[in-house]
Each structure stands twice: as C-alpha cells, then as structure tokens.
C-alpha cells in the first residue's frame, strides 16, 4: 500500500548499525512483495528471521475442482458453511482462478500454537460476523462486523477472536491487492472524488516485541501445500519498522457511495483492485433522483468478467430470496439482471439498506466440490419464476 508508516524504533539511516540494549545488533529485515522495485517495509528484528530449527511433513492443501468450464447462473449458501475449531481447518476454498481464490471460513477459535503465513497469496479478510484482534510483526488491528482486513503475502500473523460465531469471506490473491489507480494522484495520494481517504485506513498499533526462544511453528502455504516450519524464536521479536508494505484493515461502513439522478455503474463501488480482478462495496444508499429514474439495475452483459456477489445484510431489491451469506455468480458469456418484477417494484423506492462485496474477476472462476456442496441449483432458472 503506497502510504508510509512507522512504529516502534529504527534507525535514522537504513542498512545502518542498529545496536540493542546489549551492544549487538538488530537483524534487518527488507520485506516486499514485488522484488525491490516496489513498495517495501523494513523491520528490526530482535532475532535473525532465519532460524528454523525443524520442518514437519507438508499437507495439501490445493482446492479440489469439481467443475472447470461452465456457463450458467449460479448461487450458493454461505453460511452453509460448517463451523470448524482450528482457523485453517475452517477455511474453505469455493471458488478459484490462477489469480485468485475466493474463501468462506467460520472458525471458532484462533490461533494459540502455531502461526500462519500465506507465502502465495495477499489476503483479504472481510468480517462478516465475529470480532477480535489480528496480531502481526507489525503490531495490532482490532476488527469487527464489515472490516476488510488486508494481509500482503508473506505476513506472519496470529487471528484472535472474541468469541466463536465468526463468519469470513476471504480473497487470496496472488498479486498485491491495492487501491484503486483511479482514486490515486500521481504520487499516490487518495484523491477528494475517491470513496475513502487515508483517514479511513487503520494501521497496526501496540507494536509488542516478543523477545522468547523456543520452538514457534510458522505454517505457511507456498503453491497448495502448507509447511509447518518451527523457528528457535517466536517470530514477532520487531522492535520497529518502517515503509509502505503492511497489513491494514479498512470497514466498509466508511465507503461512501457515489449516487447520482440516474443509475451509477458498478465502478462507483469499486474498494481494491489486484491483477485481473475488483472488488466493490454496495453499501447503505440513497437512490437515484432523476423524477423517472428506475433504481433497479439494468440488465448487463459482462462479456469480460464473471460477476460474484456475496450478500451481507440488508434488503436486496434486485433479487428475490436473499439471504445473508449468500453467493451468486454470473458468469461472463450470458446477460443477467433483475428479477421479475423486481424493476417496476424500485421505482419510487429512495434508499437502499443493501449490504454487498462483490469480486469481479477477469478470468473465470472454477467451482470447488465445496461450492456444490453449497449450491442452490435452482437458480439457474429463477428468473422465469
Ligand atoms: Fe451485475
């Protein structure tokens, strides 16, 4: 993410003797995720962030395709979704492409023995339900209900929760998930017409450095296999860091949407962008004032991408039988639109209660044997109901 940051101590020149208490130095770390010709941290570990001690068998992890090529409307039961104790366990892929892989999770508990890094993929955490504490080499970030929770690949991180009912939508993406260009200036600032500021960013906070020896299990997923690799020193030793490549959550409750007299299009909802993919924000509105204008989206034809919607709370005037949790995918190659009836019901209707994500990717998307599992097939044909 382009905006720079600080907490906790560093030096005043980089790649410069940085010297503990004690008279030795402080291990630094450079972190990026796109080589060294983009935005990058640099962190001071109190340990070397080398030291692994011991590797246990790899487990694979790869989602198992159940339907690579398709061309129909499909809708799935999120919260069908089995809770699960341990938060990997619980994490299950529904829907994937070579540049992303869309997740439900309802993990009871957090992680207490081990950590977690996704070497493949940053991570996009939306919080459906549930709240708590996300802890990384970083510091801190409290979430709770409708926070977009951003992870670069190769974050080391701990999720704690506050209690067991916990509903995750989850993106990994296998390009950094950013904001969008065209909310920035040239030199990256979030410009006045975009839907947030960089007041609506929350950094990690309480940077804690752990300074213990042991034996500190970092699972980490590299290409569908996860690794437990056991370090001599638990892995949030960072005393400070600096720079522009850190976690940070952001609440869908602070996009504010762009309305207008007549129907705006999909990209006034648009949050972050990765490569070949969206994903947008459909937020409590209020609706078009145009004296003839009709509030029910237009039909569309999404040629060039398959359009993933996940319903959070709200009514949905667009759809008959929403419920929360709620997938539908409309797949690029066939229209879709609105209900029957749906469109002569918004008219005069002045606000909208909607609350959505959705994921608009460029390439399409393969249905997991977990997406079948959840899979409502009768909405293929509901719009001749
Ligand atoms: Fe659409």
Redesign the pocket.
């Known amino acids: 993410m382009p905006h720079y940051y600080t907490l906790g101590l560093i030096p005043h020149k980089r790649h410069t003797q940085f010297r503990k208490p004690d008279g030795n130095l402080y291990s630094e770390q450079l972190f990026s995720t796109e080589g060294f010709s983009n935005d990058y941290s640099i962190l001071y570990h109190t340990n070397p962030p080398t030291k692994i001690i011991k590797t246990d068998d790899a487990v694979d992890v790869m989602p198992k395709i159940a339907e690579e090529k398709m061309l129909k409307h499909r809708s799935f039961e999120g919260f069908n979704i089995k809770p699960e104790k341990d938060y990997l366990d619980s994490r299950k892929a529904i829907l994937v492409n070579n540049d992303l892989h869309i997740v439900l999770a309802a993990p009871q508990q957090g992680m207490k023995d081990y950590f977690f890094k996704n070497a493949d993929a940053d991570e996009m955490i939306f919080v459906h339900e549930g709240s708590g504490k996300l802890i990384t080499q970083y510091g801190e970030i409290e979430f709770g209900y409708g926070d977009y929770l951003v992870i670069p690949r190769g974050s080391i991180y701990q999720i704690s929760f506050n209690d067991t009912n916990n509903r995750l939508f989850i993106v990994e993406s296998f390009s950094p998930i950013r904001y969008p260009k065209k909310y920035l200036s040239k030199y990256g600032q979030l410009l006045e017409n975009s839907p947030y500021c960089e007041r609506d960013i929350r950094t990690p906070q309480n940077l804690q450095t752990k300074d213990e020896q042991g034996d500190f299990s970092i699972k980490t997923k590299k290409r569908g296999m996860l690794y437990s690799l056991h370090y001599a020193h638990h892995p949030f030793d960072v005393v400070g860091w600096d720079g522009c490549c850190y976690p940070f959550a952001f609440s869908i409750h602070d996009f504010e949407p762009i309305t207008g007299r007549v129907h705006q299009p999909?990209p006034v909802h648009q949050t972050f962008e990765a490569n070949n993919f969206v994903v947008c924000s459909f937020c409590p509105r209020l609706y078009d004032y145009h004296p003839l204008s009709i509030p029910a989206?237009y039909n569309?034809s999404?040629i060039d991408s398959d359009?993933l919607?996940y319903y959070v709370d709200g009514d949905f005037m667009s759809r008959k039988h929403v419920s929360r949790g709620m997938l539908t995918l409309?797949p690029a190659g066939i229209p879709?639109?609105p209900h029957p009836n749906a469109v002569e019901k918004s008219i005069g209707k002045k606000e909208t209660e909607e609350l959505a994500v959705m994921v608009d990717t460029f390439h399409p998307l393969q249905l997991t044997k977990q997406a079948l599992q959840l899979e409502d097939d009768r909405y293929t044909y509901s719009w001749t109901e």
């Open positions: 999909p989206p569309h999404n359009e919607l409309h879709h639109g």
